[in-house]
């Protein structure tokens, strides 16, 4: 039998507000994984005003989630780029079963180890970090007011340009996400477990990002022994 794939496969799952991202970006540094965020990616595509960001851009400022062909069709695509040839890192996909399964097909056919990472996070602290949120409009970069706050309010350290509120950020849109991921994400981690995939439990809401940080990297390390 073949050797497993060198590379691994960390998917952080969550509810929006959950903490993926910052982790993200986190292990990102720490383990040198690539940080692919379907979000982001999907974000690049509308400010490019192409024709996949035309085609996507009434679904997300409704809150609705993007078609499973289209964002499948991105992350199989995206896992092939040699910055994923050690590992990457998964934040907000997969969204649904069908997400999941393709995913579950994609790791087996090129034999990758994954571990689950859920992120247990209060709905009122979800709702309080969303409502906080601040990007740049200009290089992408995100804030918090309470946790990460720019210099200059309102301001980005990085380029001086104006920080936005983005359109999947606002409040009718939060809690249309949120009910979004209740109804088809949350059975996600069900399927999860019922195939056999290594799933773990972490408090995202209790200490600093840098802490639950290293609660996840240490949650790799005892599966990976």
Known sequence: MADPNPRQC??????PGSGKGTQAKFLNQS????????????RAHLAAGD???????????????????T????????IKEPD?????????????????????????????PAVVIHLK??????????????????CGALY???SNAPTISEVCDYDGSKLIVREDDRPEVVERRLKAYEEQTEPVLAYFKQAGFTVEEIQGDDASPQV???RIEKSIQEVSV
């Open 51 to 69: 024709a996949l960001g035309q085609e996507i851009a009434a679904v997300m400022q409704s809150g609705a989630l993007v078609s499973d062909q």
């Open 144 to 146: 918090s007011v309470t």
């Open 10 to 15: 960390l998917i952080l799952f969550g509810p």
């Open 71 to 78: 964002v499948n069709r991105m992350v199989e695509e995206r």
């Open 31 to 42: 383990l040198g994984w690539a940080h692919i965020s379907t979000g982001d990616m999907l």
């Open 84 to 112: 994923c040839e050690k590992g990457f890192i998964l934040d907000g996909y997969p969204r649904t079963v069908s997400q999941a399964k393709l995913l579950s097909e994609l790791l087996a056919a090129q034999r990758i």
């Open 121 to 138: 996070v209060d709905y009122n602290v979800i709702i309080s970090r969303i409502a906080g949120r601040r990007q740049c409009l200009t």
């Open 212 to 214: 639950i940080a290293r």
